[in-house]
């Protein structure tokens, strides 16, 4: 069965950073898409990043390009860094996989979250002064 667990969220003051960390359980051999999404106030959930296993290149969606970046060291678990964070960006963060053996969705990053199988419980984000 497949498993996400999402850990890194906090509080932090605007301009500051944070490493999220995603750990994924499940696949055995498969390469798969994931991704990280975000649900803030007001808005529906967006896509932030995806990235497939058996490609290099992330694909960054529109909310927070330029001030995230992606790494994926293993297989089973990636990390996802925020720099100059607003207030705005204040909300839930969640990690999600596809089915293996699956690519990533195209198009816009707003509808990204309908193609993801698998999701974690997500982990928050405050920022404030």
């Known amino acids: 069965q497949v498993h996400l667990v999402e850990s890194g969220g906090g509080s932090v003051q605007p301009g500051g950073r944070l490493t999220l960390s995603c750990t994924i359980t499940g696949f055995k051999y498969g390469t798969f898409c994931m991704g990280w999404f975000r649900q803030v106030v007001g808005k529906g959930r967006e896509g932030l990043v995806i990235f497939h296993t058996g490609s290099t290149t992330p694909t960054y969606g529109d909310a927070m390009k330029g001030r995230i970046f992606l790494s994926n060291d293993r297989q089973s678990m990636v990390t996802l860094l925020l720099i100059n964070l607003k207030v705005e960006d204040t909300g839930r963060y969640f990690c999600?996989?596809?089915?293996?053996?699956?690519?990533?969705?195209?198009?816009?990053?707003?509808?990204?979250?309908?193609?993801?199988?698998?999701w974690g419980q997500g982990t928050p984000v405050t920022v404030s002064s």
């Open positions: 999600a996989v596809r089915r293996e053996y699956t690519g990533c969705p195209a198009g816009r990053s707003d509808l990204w979250d309908q193609d993801f199988d698998y």
